[in-house]
């Protein structure tokens, strides 16, 4: 009898194992089948996806800059949410002095993903383009620097940026706290160097704002000052991102990209000239601002 039930027991778990492979290879069939038809549209739309980033790509890097923009937004229309797309979209409006555009690619950027600390950063550039007076908005950039250094505190670029906000505002000691940050994570920070020659000059420490003017001169001579503010998306680890270079809402890029002209030592009577444009510069943003 102990035998029979023993024999019923192996029968019974046999059937009851046979059943389930037999449903769980059928869900599989099924499953295989729905999905290799769904498989095959994706992959087509990522095969188009990747075509119109590549052509993107190639038009970017040829400064074909309308080029880039229609294939940037063909791809966007295969993947709305890509990250890398938005932003170099953006980078191409803002080229072509289309502010309002590239507002609303790097919009877009950080609501696909809000702890984008490159997309926060362009915003508050956008806002900081003193020369764009319908976007000019310091407060704004500042909300936008602010978020992209509680993502990153890696990124210097963020601190080089409040730095200057602060610069604008004429809060010196705040700024130079800012830029002594920079420079603690790379001395060699063109724009740090040379906005706390700045600060050495406001305050009459003229020796103090020579040794930085000289220095910032120093490391322009390998820098690329055509990319104007020379650090933005420093990191640490050495590696910059990749950023558009119009100089007209670069508040600082002439006076950068005129470093690279001089040779240490800088005589007394040029680094007075020097800093009495930028004074004269801030003095005009800062007027804009408070209007």
């Given at each position: 009898m102990k035998k029979l039930v023993i024999i019923f027991s192996s029968v019974f778990l046999l059937l009851f194992a046979a059943v389930a492979l037999l449903k769980l290879q059928r869900a599989e069939q099924v499953t295989g089948d729905s999905a290799g038809g769904l498989g095959a549209i994706e992959k087509e739309h990522i095969q188009q996806f990747w075509q119109h980033y590549r052509g993107a790509t190639k038009h970017r890097i040829a400064g074909e800059l309308t080029a880039a923009i229609d294939a940037y937004s063909q791809a966007l229309?295969?993947?709305?949410?890509?990250?890398?797309?938005?932003?170099?979209?953006?980078?191409?409006?803002?080229e072509l002095g289309n502010y309002?555009?590239?507002?609303?690619?790097?919009?877009?950027?950080?609501?696909?993903?809000?702890?984008?600390p490159r997309g926060h950063l362009r915003l508050g550039d956008l806002y900081l383009c003193f020369e764009n007076k319908a976007l000019f908005n310091i407060a704004a950039a500042e909300r936008e620097y602010e978020r992209a250094f509680k993502i990153n505190r890696e990124e210097t670029?963020?601190?080089l940026r409040l730095g200057q906000l602060a610069l604008i505002r004429g809060r010196l000691g705040e700024a130079q706290g800012y830029f002594e940050a920079v420079l603690g994570t790379n001395d060699r920070s063109l724009e740090a160097q040379y906005l706390s020659g700045y600060i050495a000059w406001k305050h009459?420490?003229?020796?103090?704002?020579?040794?930085?003017?000289?220095?910032?001169?120093q490391y322009s001579q390998t820098a690329d000052t055509s990319r104007g503010n020379l650090g933005e998306g420093a990191t640490k680890s050495g590696r910059p991102l990749t950023v558009s270079s119009r100089s007209d809402c670069r508040i600082f890029s002439r006076y950068l990209a005129d470093l690279a002209q001089l040779q240490p030592p800088i005589p007394a009577d040029?680094?007075?000239r020097s800093y009495q444009d930028l004074d004269a510069l801030l003095?005009?943003?800062?007027?804009?601002?408070e209007s």
């Open positions: 229309t295969l993947n709305e949410k890509h990250e890398d797309t938005l932003y170099y979209l953006g980078n191409m409006y803002w309002r555009a590239a507002e609303s690619a790097w919009k877009r950027l950080v609501q696909v993903n809000p702890d984008s670029g963020s601190l009459r420490f003229l020796v103090a704002a020579a040794t930085r003017l000289g220095l910032a001169v040029l680094v007075e003095q005009r943003i800062r007027k804009q601002a």
